[in-house]
């Protein structure tokens, strides 16, 4: 059956399905579990737990959830584009602000993976940042590329800093490559928001939670792979980490 953009609203539609659970908290969930098994190998295998470490796990594990939604971005393309139409108007109809509204939606068990679910990720998004329902700009296609580049070499890494089964001069080398991609690709993003004005068509206090805070990891956290990286190649050991 073809999907109706137009449909009524997921949050109203799952009301009466008590056994759903909020897509907020599956996200939630997924990223914890991803970050405490890592955290949890490694204080298994060298016995302490290590505060960069585990905040490098807790960005790893949130990074490949966003990968996820990223090819969920590719692929519902041409649904998110009018799956944003129909936000737009829901938010003028009802005043509430569409991004909670889709967090706090619940969706069956059965249907928690489907990428028809998680397109409206982006749709909600792009009533903060039209970038999002249009495949020409620098906003959508870098968040593709991440989404299809990162995965790999994000879980690398992450199995790296956790067991240590790399040298670490490659881990290092591999950080820096993939640190700095994040570092730049997220502050061209901030300075391409900023030069077509898409900060006129938004409030400050959303300009701050969705287009500063939301991306803020991918440099904040980045910034410190790139520091862990460089601990790695000059100290050939995983002494940074632990």
Known sequence: ???????????QSARNNSSGIPTGLFAALVIALLALFGIGTRYYFYGNLNVIHCLLSLFFSTNLLICYWEACLFFKRDYIEMRADYWRRRQRETGRTPAIEFLSTKVPL???LSPTVWADVWATYSLFDGSF???RTF????DIANGFVT?????????AYTVDFLPAVVA????????WQWTYVTSVYWVSFFVVRRQRHITRGELYTYIGATNAP????ALLGLYVSV???????YGVLG
């Open 1 to 11: 059956m073809k999907c109706n953009p137009h449909r009524t609203a997921p949050s």
């Open 110 to 112: 059965r249907r928690i």
């Open 133 to 135: 329902s249009d495949r």
């Open 139 to 142: 906003g959508f296609n870098g």
């Open 151 to 159: 995965p790999v070499p994000t879980l690398i890494l992450y199995a």
């Open 172 to 179: 290092g080398m591999l950080g820096l490559m993939l640190s």
């Open 218 to 221: 991918w440099v904040l956290f």
């Open 231 to 237: 601990r790695l190649i000059l100290d050939d050991n």
